[in-house]
């Protein structure tokens, strides 16, 4: 079901792609703004990860540094059918973890000290299980697609904002060659650039669905990843992350900055109410359904 949630999102933020192109500026508007958030995107895929382990200041640590945590990500990553990823220690004391990587030959796994600290084995296990589902599910090539269709939407709204502000509008001849109508202009400054962020947003509310259910087929214990986002939740509060910005909030296991109310519509994690009760309904299910 998330898998086809998924592809009916890319579509329809696609679409909004299209239809923004159109009314902002035409065929060449719409082919500026892919090719500029392609590139950008392009260099976002081969060296986020890269630029992320060092924002949070994350350590590569050897099967001799943390024998413990190697054999767990070596034990499931065999057991996934992947390559073993690098493993990264993260000096916070929020418990937290999140994968990163171009491809499953490229991957890395960081964890936070405080997560260590907090979750038991088969916690940790559950977590660790969870990431490496992102890993083997592509996440990271699905949300660079969905970044680089909601880049481009953005930055069409920033010209159309520009042309408004210095162009004024066009002729009616002009628009016939292939420009855009005022108001539908103005339509797709205010709205494209929400619509393209609510729904980039919702994809990754799948991927975490998704993330879950391969994460507790690897672990085959539901429960301990439900346990261990339910710890991490109640304690991210009390232990806030030092490092990162709200743009990087996708990346974790749980949303460290995470709101209420309308805010939960731009949220990049489902609530973990949801995916507690997701889990336990796998639970429920019986363990023989996940192996």
Same mark, same amino acid.
């Given at each position: 079901?998330?898998? !086809?949630?998924?592809?009916i999102l890319?579509? #329809?933020?696609t679409?909004?792609?299209?239809?923004?192109?159109?009314? &902002?500026?035409?065929?060449a508007?719409?082919? !500026?703004a892919?090719?500029?958030?392609?590139?950008?995107?392009f260099?976002?895929?081969?060296?986020s990860?890269?630029?992320?382990? +060092?924002?949070f200041?994350?350590?590569?640590?050897?099967?001799?540094?943390?024998p413990?945590?190697?054999?767990?990500? +070596?034990?499931?990553?065999?057991?996934?059918?992947?390559? /073993?990823?690098r493993?990264?220690?993260?000096?916070?004391?929020?418990?937290?973890?999140?994968?990163?990587?171009r491809n499953?030959?490229h991957?890395?796994?960081a964890?936070?000290?405080?997560?260590?600290?907090?979750?038991?084995?088969?916690?940790?296990?559950?977590?660790?299980?969870?990431e490496?589902?992102?890993?083997? %599910?592509?996440?990271t @090539?699905?949300?660079?697609?969905?970044?680089?269709?909601?880049?481009?939407v953005s930055?069409?709204?920033? &010209?159309?904002h /520009?042309? =408004?502000?210095?162009g004024?509008s066009?002729s009616s001849?002009?628009r016939?060659?292939g420009? *855009?109508h005022?108001?539908?202009?103005?339509?797709g400054i205010?709205?494209?650039?929400i619509?393209a962020?609510?729904?980039q947003a919702a994809?990754?509310?799948s +991927?975490?669905?998704?993330?879950?259910?391969a994460g507790?087929?690897?672990?085959?214990?539901?429960?301990?990843?439900?346990?261990?986002?339910?710890?991490?939740?109640?304690l991210?509060h009390? +232990?806030p992350m #030092?490092?990162g910005?709200?743009a990087?909030?996708?990346?974790?296991?749980? %949303?460290? =900055?995470?709101?209420?109310?309308v805010?939960?519509l =731009? *949220? !990049?994690h489902?609530? #973990?109410?949801?995916?507690v009760?997701?889990?336990?309904? &796998? !639970?429920?299910?019986? @363990?023989?359904?996940?192996?």
């Amino acid at each position: 079901m998330n898998r !086809t949630k998924t592809v009916i999102l890319l579509a #329809t933020l696609t679409a909004v792609l299209v239809w923004a192109g159109d009314a &902002l500026g035409g065929q060449a508007g719409l082919l !500026t703004a892919l090719v500029f958030a392609g590139v950008m995107n392009f260099g976002a895929y081969w060296w986020s990860d890269r630029l992320i382990l +060092r924002m949070f200041n994350a350590q590569e640590v050897t099967e001799q540094d943390a024998p413990a945590l190697h054999r767990l990500v +070596r034990e499931l990553a065999l057991r996934g059918g992947i390559p /073993m990823p690098r493993v990264y220690v993260i000096p916070e004391a929020a418990p937290n973890a999140f994968a990163t990587g171009r491809n499953p030959q490229h991957a890395a796994v960081a964890v936070t000290d405080g997560l260590m600290q907090v979750l038991e084995r088969e916690e940790l296990e559950g977590v660790i299980a969870h990431e490496l589902g992102h890993v083997k %599910n592509r996440d990271t @090539l699905i949300m660079t697609v969905a970044a680089t269709i909601a880049g481009a939407v953005s930055m069409l709204a920033h &010209l159309g904002h /520009m042309a =408004f502000l210095f162009g004024g509008s066009r002729s009616s001849d002009e628009r016939e060659e292939g420009g *855009s109508h005022p108001l539908a202009g103005l339509l797709g400054i205010i709205v494209a650039p929400i619509a393209a962020v609510l729904i980039q947003a919702a994809i990754s509310r799948s +991927r975490e669905f998704l993330a879950d259910e391969a994460g507790a087929r690897l672990c085959r214990n539901p429960r301990a990843l439900a346990s261990a986002l339910k710890k991490i939740e109640a304690l991210s509060h009390a +232990r806030p992350m #030092t490092a990162g910005s709200p743009a990087t909030a996708h990346l974790f296991i749980v %949303n460290p =900055f995470s709101g209420a109310g309308v805010l939960r519509l =731009f *949220s !990049t994690h489902p609530s #973990t109410e949801q995916r507690v009760a997701r889990l336990e309904l &796998l !639970t429920r299910e019986g @363990l023989a359904s996940l192996r």
